[in-house]
């Protein structure tokens, strides 16, 4: 049932799994830099999101 994919409950046996998933595949060496792009690319669509808002605030004004 492709349909309740979204009540799907993600506990800590399934979240262990997939952290060691993602360390097999990037490596331990990699994981910092794939740490720091996330983040990157987190402040960079909230800054996005804010900017859209002032500008949709501004035509509103």
């Known amino acids: 049932m492709a349909g309740n994919l979204g009540h799907m409950n993600l506990g800590a046996p399934e ?3 997939v ?6 595949l990037f490596g331990g060496a990699k994981l910092p830099k794939l740490a720091r792009s996330l983040g990157q690319a987190q402040k960079e669509f909230k800054d996005g999101l804010s ?3 002032d500008d949709e605030q501004k035509t509103d004004a």
């Open 19 to 24: 952290l060691v998933v993602i360390l097999v």
């Open 15 to 17: 979240l262990l799994i």
């Open 51 to 53: 900017d859209g808002l």
